[in-house]
């Protein structure tokens, strides 16, 4: 009996652990899927904790502007149209809870920052680790006293430590501010924070409204927990199979690495 594997219209990647590989490049295998998939006329979105500025420089070989792409920046609380150059969705994060924040970090060595669209701002000094995820995202830190008064519209706080300290902390931060925020670790030492309803499954959904593709007709691949909503969500949830321990309980199936063209694999399969 044949097999009919059924074909989807948009594809919802994650770029660290999916979309590149750990030399932090996108493999040429994977740019050859992707473009080739847009000139079949499906749609690809970058979906990211980064915001669009940190993105956009790491997916420029993909052609999204060409094509008609889109980045889902700060887990989902901002879509950015990469043709048209226009934001089409944002939900920034309510200003009340940046001093409730500060409280609980309060006598820890925890680095409580934002990212905006060209840099990241911090209200504490710097440690070790805020500085390893400056230089992942390629952009630069600056230590404001005054953060808390800033007027400046944030999307998201990132709380950045050592994971001892950060595990330590956690369970209070998460039942204190849940479920007026959503909390959650990317990573054993980075913890962030949104507005409530901000993930990627929401953004999925949101994506969904302005490209009219339903989710059941879109893939979203990723590896680590940030990544769980979007998986659930989707038509075809994929976990790579070197996501984080836990991850890929809520995916439809596991491919290969990051290292390996995952990404390829999969539009090879279910949307080529």
């Known amino acids: 009996m044949m097999?009919?594997?059924?074909?989807?219209?948009?594809?919802?990647?994650d770029m660290d652990g999916t979309l590149l590989n750990d030399d932090k490049v996108i493999p040429k295998e994977n740019v050859d899927a992707i473009i080739e998939m847009q000139e079949q006329g499906k749609t690809v979105a970058i979906c990211t904790g980064r915001p669009a500025s940190g993105a956009l420089p790491f997916v420029k070989d993909l052609h999204l502007e060409k094509y008609g792409g889109y980045v889902l920046s700060y887990n989902g609380g901002r879509i950015y149209d990469v043709k048209n150059d226009k934001?089409?969705?944002?939900?920034?994060?309510?200003?009340?809870?940046?001093?409730k924040v500060f409280d609980l970090v309060k006598g820890t060595t925890i680095t409580v920052s934002s990212p905006l669209d060209h840099k990241i701002i911090a209200g504490h000094a710097l440690n070790d680790w805020s500085r390893t995820e400056a230089n992942v995202v390629h952009l630069p830190f600056e230590y404001h006293e005054d953060f808390l008064t800033l007027d400046t519209e944030m999307n998201k706080l990132l709380l950045v430590d050592d994971p001892k300290v950060i595990g330590a902390n956690y369970d209070n931060i998460h039942d204190t501010l849940e479920p007026k925020l959503h909390v959650f670790l990317s990573e054993p030492f980075f913890l962030e924070i949104t507005p409530q309803n901000v993930n990627k499954g929401e953004g999925l959904h949101n994506l969904a409204k302005i490209t009219g593709v339903p989710v059941e007709k879109m893939i979203a691949m990723g590896d680590s927990f940030?990544?769980?909503?979007?998986?659930?969500?989707?038509?075809l949830g994929v976990a790579m199979k070197n996501s984080k321990e836990g991850v890929s309980d809520y995916a439809n199936l596991v491919t290969v690495s990051n290292n390996d063209c995952g990404v390829a694999k999969i539009i090879k399969e279910y949307i080529l």
């Not at 097999?3 to 990647?13: G, H, R």
């Not at 934001?87 to 940046?98: G, M, S």
């Open 3 to 13: 097999v009919i594997i059924m074909k989807y219209d948009l594809i919802a990647l």
């Open 226 to 235: 940030n990544d769980i909503e979007m998986l659930k969500e989707a038509g």
């Open 87 to 99: 934001v089409l969705y944002n939900k920034a994060f309510p200003k009340e809870y940046v001093q």
